[in-house]
């Protein structure tokens, strides 16, 4: 498609389990970002990619959160032995890289995560 | 820390020209002012973005002061569809992270 495309849209997992959630950016996007964005609050920075590189993961809250970016395209976000406060929805979002066009960062539909 | 202030909550009558305020008056020379909303469940959307002058799209108008420290968004015939959360963000150049503060909650009233 050609929008970003995140997957699962639901993972519901139990305490303790590890969780694996998917971004495909929009084709030629090269910076590749993510958030989360807990029940009835704002979106939360975690990490940003340039190319396979991560400039910034100044917003990953603890060392159980990992990402990683293949071929400069898709990403995948780890979540080591969850816990309940990791329920959120995890946004992706993707844009061209600086100096080109507006800059405009284009939103995947998220990724919700419960940990029970 | 996002560098911007909105209002929490605004009511606009459908129909009506819709107006968010945004205060960045630690805006720095270099840095645009970008708008966002979040309709419910959704994941955020680009309005439109400026760094000095007044902006138009098929979506929105920006209103920027020329001291740049405050800009207005405004939609021109607000409609159901817009009731969302506005957000207003600073930023320095593409490529780098959006911050998003608390925004503005915009509720379009019947």
């Known amino acids: 498609g050609a929008g970003v495309s995140q997957s699962p849209s639901n993972k519901v997992t139990e305490k303790g389990k590890d969780v694996e959630l998917r971004c495909d950016p929009i084709?030629?996007?090269?910076?590749l970002y993510w958030y989360r964005q807990s029940l009835g609050q704002g979106l939360e920075f975690l990490i940003y990619f340039q190319g396979n590189s991560a400039p910034d993961k100044s917003g990953l809250p603890s060392d159980r959160f990992s990402a990683e970016r293949t071929g400069g395209s898709v990403s995948t976000l780890t979540i080591q032995r969850t816990q309940q406060e990791d329920s959120a929805v995890y946004l992706c979002a993707s844009s061209w890289s600086s100096g080109r066009a507006s800059g405009e960062l284009f939103f995947g539909e998220g990724s919700r995560l419960t940990v029970l | 820390d996002a560098k911007t202030t909105q209002p929490p909550s605004m009511d606009c009558a459908e129909g009506r020209a819709a107006n968010l305020p945004c205060n960045h008056s630690?805006?720095?020379?270099?840095?645009?002012v970008y708008w966002y909303r979040q309709i419910h469940s959704q994941g955020p959307q680009y309005i439109i973005h400026?760094?000095?002058n007044n902006e138009t799209n098929e979506m929105a108008s920006l209103i920027i002061t020329e001291d740049r420290k405050s800009s207005t968004l405004i939609l021109p015939h607000a409609t159901l569809r817009d009731t969302a959360v506005y957000y207003c963000?600073?930023?320095?150049?593409?490529?780098?992270?959006?911050?998003f503060g608390t925004g503005t909650r915009l509720t379009i009233i019947p």
């Open positions: 400026g760094l000095k």
């Open positions: 630690t805006i720095s020379g270099n840095e645009y």
């Open positions: 084709s030629g996007h090269t910076a």
């Open positions: 963000i600073v930023r320095v150049a593409a490529g780098e992270k959006l911050t």
